[in-house]
């Protein structure tokens, strides 16, 4: 669990782990944040990608961005953080499912990342160029997936089982969704 970086706010602030199986997203919009896994064209990926990233950069330079909006939901940087390291995880599941066949993800806990790599702590100004890189490489990815290769499978230990094009719908969504958590600082 996350601590809040605000000492003697006397409430107990820590970051309840995510343990829902967002496959779901793929058959049909969320509810919450509006993506719509039919809408997204597999060739626009990559500049989806890109876009978010740009986003990100432009909401970290809110002198708000290392404020939590409330007690137990992260702040814009803790979820830069995030964003930056989904973005290379899926870079090297891409990666996998182009070089490999059928390949099964190593599990990856997105909680526990959190705590190790204290997203609490992260300034706004170091997470913007890491958050960059990271989007351009699986953007670029995505830019030079061949027409032939977008049905090519992978697998997570849990069994769901992905395409290049599935797993681009899926991670595109997981971006989306955490520009919608922070829509505040945006005032969007």
């Not at 049905?151 to 599935?166: A, I, K």
Request: glycine share 8%.
């Amino acid at each position: 669990m996350v601590e809040d970086s605000v000492e003697n706010s006397g409430v107990d602030s820590r970051i309840a782990p995510d343990t829902k199986d967002w496959t779901w997203v793929l058959e049909r919009p969320c509810p919450e944040c509006g993506f719509d896994p039919a809408a997204v064209e597999r060739a626009g990926l990559g500049d989806a990608v890109r876009d978010n990233a740009a986003f990100w950069a432009t909401a970290l330079g809110d002198p708000r961005a290392a404020q939590r909006p409330a007690p137990g939901v992260w702040s814009p940087v803790e979820y830069a953080c995030h964003v930056r390291d989904v973005n290379r995880v899926f870079a090297g599941r891409l990666e996998q499912m182009l070089t490999e066949d059928d390949p099964q993800f190593a599990d990856w806990d997105q909680d526990e990342t959190a705590v190790t790599e204290r997203y609490d702590e992260q300034r706004a100004a170091d997470v913007v160029p890491d958050l960059l890189a990271a989007g351009e490489r699986v953007a670029a990815g995505y830019d030079g997936v061949r027409n032939d290769a977008w049905d090519r499978p992978g697998r997570r230990s849990n069994g769901s089982l992905f395409t290049v094009d599935t797993i681009g719908r899926y991670h595109l969504h997981d971006l989306v969704h955490h520009r919608w958590d922070v829509r505040w600082i945006m005032g969007e």
